[in-house]
């Protein structure tokens, strides 16, 4: 009503408004009050978000560096020199190999753990909490913790293997009586994935318990009724309802992956010989480390054009759950 | 009758004990899933905390159960962190350093969220979708020349470039969450608290905003979580130890060069995990709840 209060006013003649007697104030001006409103927030997000962006994309075409930050033109030199580096190609292809295997586990992984979590049962609330856990603790401390647990020598998941005989002399996995989880180029990339997955699970299945919570009960009381069993209401009509959220929640991980550079950066630095290096630790390690700013702002830059396309799938899916 | 009422009782009895045996089953699986998901999320930090308090000559040795006290536990690794590093400073750092990220993304997002939500002007959606847009660009893009505006406004080695840095991110998500209560709460409420004299304003301040009180913590939780959580930015704008909140503070102190002091570590990944996800596990249902609200009314 408040919103169509003018509206009412043209249409409506004589006027009736029930502030007509009183005076109109800014706190009741809302178009003005809109713009205060917003302002701040577009402000500060213009401020830092929108000027560093264009900045980088400045830099990526620079020379800028650490200890020279004085800004000169240089073009495309940063991407030829980009191009050329193996390194490059190496990151290129593991962002994309880490994102895909991580997003597909992740999916199943969160929708099965997210109908566990909406069921009724005893202990649900220290269930819930335990199943928290990967995801509120900072990634940098929870990663810490995986690479104690797969050490080189004291990896219990080694101890677990050696115990049940499939680590040591003559065993299934090798001569030796450790698997160097971090230490081979295959398994190094397989850790990531699974500490990657294993920390973003539970956000998955937080989101898409929330397209769970929205299902109507009545829609899956009548399909028992009608004689559905377990399956068949789980994938005729559960599953197709909460599409769009898992939509949401697959895309939310993708992009978690594709721009985290914490779990590489503690497991394994990148190593063995970049073989787990991804786009956004070489751009760290580039425009940090290595002071050359204008490349790193370049190598990152690689990670726009695919944001921007996961933003409009996501934007896409958000739509459809509308019609829910 | 008498013989025509027997098969059906039997056939009811065989459906009966049919459906409680399904059941069952289901009950029983129901455990099963839950208990193996609650391990596979809990246990590094379950074994975390045994290793923390585990004697050197206890941990270094690979022949010994990982799993058991091989020989007496003992608190000094854990009083090592807590006495003889700035553990408590990181602490304290990510707490007043949280607190003011978490004041500017509510000073700054709920007048922006309930500007979408309620005075509905024909910029709002473009502005609510672009606003959530910002959330999805990443810290790993914008690290770098972020570190340049770090510098100009002369807050480099400072946890102050976090307090202005991190509100980026939990800005766009607040208010997206914000967003999603505000539309659970039905317009009459605001409407006749005007009728009843307040201006827009004043009904905002004093009405809304304590009916979405609920809303509005679980919000502040989760913007903590996430300034707590982070790494990249913290990593590259402060440097000095003092100054560094949890999230990098932890690994530079605990891990110098080669030399990891393990035991002190998972202490300190036990205490910071346990504390955030149980703050976070009261406030779960109004999460999912304003996600929901965000996403499909959005």
Known sequence: ?324 | MALEAEPVRRDADRLRAKYHRRYLMGRFTLYLLAIIAAFCCAAPFLWGAITALKLNGDLYNPNNNPFLFNQPATMDHVLFLFQETPFLTFIWNTLWMGFLVVVITLVLGLPAAYALARLERPWSGPMAIGIFFVYLVPPSLLFLSMSRIVVWLNLQDSTWALVVVYPTFTIPVSVWLLFGFLRSIPKDIEQQAMVDGYSRLQAFVRVVIPIMFPGIVAVIVFAFTLAASEFLYALAFVSPTVEKPVSTGVPTVLIRGDVFFWQSLQAATFVVAVAIAFVFNLFLDRFVHGFTMGAVKG
Do not use: C
């Open chain 1, 1 to 324: 009503m408040a919103g169509t209060l003018e509206d009412d006013a043209s249409q409506d003649a004589p006027p009736v408004s029930v502030r007509s007697s009183k005076r109109i104030t800014l706190g009741d001006r809302e178009g003005a009050l809109a713009w205060l409103f917003l302002l701040p927030s577009v402000v500060y997000i213009v401020g830092l978000v929108a000027i560093p962006f264009f900045l980088a994309i400045g830099f990526a075409f620079s020379d800028v560096s650490a200890g020279d930050p004085s800004y000169d033109f240089a073009g495309l030199r940063n991407y030829r020199r980009a191009f050329a580096d193996p390194v490059f190609w190496t990151s290129l292809r593991n962002t994309f190999v880490i994102t895909v295997i991580t997003m597909i586990l992740v999916v199943v992984l969160g929708t099965i753990l997210s109908n566990i979590l909406v069921a009724d049962f005893r202990g649900k609330w220290v269930v819930r909490f335990l199943v928290l856990l990967p995801w509120t603790t900072p990634v940098s401390l929870s990663s810490v913790t995986w690479l104690w647990l797969l050490d080189s020598i004291y990896s219990p998941i080694d101890w677990v293997m050696r115990e049940v005989g499939l680590l040591g002399p003559d065993t299934l996995f090798g001569p030796t009586g450790n698997m160097y989880w971090l230490g081979k180029p295959g398994l190094a990339t397989a850790s990531v994935i699974m500490v990657q997955t294993w920390r973003l699970v539970p956000l998955a299945a937080v989101i898409i318990m929330a397209g769970l919570a929205a299902i109507p009960d009545d829609l899956d009381e009548a399909a028992r009724v009608d004689g559905a069993g377990f399956w068949r209401r789980m994938f005729e009509i559960t599953t197709p309802l909460i599409m769009p959220v898992v939509a949401v929640a697959t895309l939310f991980a993708a992009i978690f992956t594709f721009t985290d550079m914490a779990v590489v950066y503690v497991l394994t630095r990148g190593g063995p010989t970049n073989s787990t290096q991804v786009l956004a630790s070489w751009a760290y390690y580039k425009g940090i480390e290595g002071g050359d700013i204008a490349q790193g702002a370049a190598i990152a830059l690689f990670l726009f054009p695919i944001l921007l396309a996961a933003a409009v799938a996501i934007l896409r899916s958000v739509r459809k759950v509308e019609v829910l």
